[in-house]
């Protein structure tokens, strides 16, 4: 029996769309690989492992594909997988395309294909994570005047937040920081957004030029001038704000 292949590839949608493209052109067997991105995978005995290198154009034509023969809504479902933190996200979105491809748009009415039902799973926990953020995400003025940003999500939301916050603040110069992931989403005034990747040293940097005094007390103030003490109930807050949201929400800060 031969060793398995597993191939490895950069953990960004570009990335993930290039492997699939690169795994599908070699026709192999599905039990003979994996597909894995690089920051999530675990050395396995007797593998044969394969960097694939990203290509722009390869992921373009995958999108493209899958836009024409599947629809525009599958096209949106692979991308928020493929943002996902799940380990097994590369391998799914593979299993969903080639069942996708096969029977065409009406795959995404198949609710009783287990594939289906897990891609629906992994593109509605990051959209739902990413609208969280769109709600949560606190900024704070820096030296330079620049408004700064940070969360430390489960999943790669920054792509998902950066039209909303560019529509939002089409006028300002603005920076949301991802700590897990190490990048940051930069929007110039006036300008196209763009998602760069940053040291963790360079993240701490930046964070240190913010000035948060005005906009803690700011945001304090207004957190417990609304609040009706009489009917705190701690239970339905977390309901609607977990507690692993609240790391840089200042309104819960000390």
């Known amino acids: ?137 606190r900024f704070h003025d820096s030296e330079e005047g620049i408004l700064l940003g940070r969360i430390n999500p489960k999943n790669q939301v920054l792509p998902l937040l950066a039209e909303h916050f560019a529509d939002r603040f089409p006028e300002e110069n603005f920076v949301i920081l991802d700590e897990n992931y190490k990048m940051g989403l930069f929007h110039p005034k006036k300008k196209q957004w763009y998602i760069a990747p940053l040291e963790l040293d360079v993240l701490r940097r930046i964070w240190e030029k913010r000035q948060s005094a005005e906009y803690e007390h700011l945001w304090k103030t207004f957190f417990q001038t609304i609040a009706i003490q009489e009917r705190d109930n701690y239970r339905c807050q977390r309901n609607m704000c977990a507690i692993r949201y609240r790391d840089y929400m200042v309104e819960f800060q000390l």
């Open 1 to 137: 029996m031969e060793n398995k292949i597993i191939y490895l590839c950069e953990d960004t949608p570009d990335g993930v769309f290039t492997a699939i493209y690169d795994v599908w052109a070699t026709g192999l067997n599905r039990s003979c690989f994996s597909i894995q991105v690089e920051r999530q995978h675990s050395m396995q005995f007797f593998a044969e492992y394969r960097y694939i290198q990203t290509d722009i154009e390869k992921a373009i034509k995958v999108i493209r594909s899958v836009k024409k023969k599947i629809g525009v809504e599958a096209a949106d479902w692979i991308y928020h997988a493929a943002l996902s933190y799940m380990e097994d996200k590369i391998d799914c979105i593979y299993d969903f395309l080639k069942v996708a491809f096969c029977y065409g748009r009406k795959v995404m009415e198949m609710h009783g294909e287990d594939v289906v039902c897990r891609m629906f799973e992994l593109k509605r926990s990051v959209g739902n994570e990413a609208h969280r953020f769109r709600e949560f995400i």
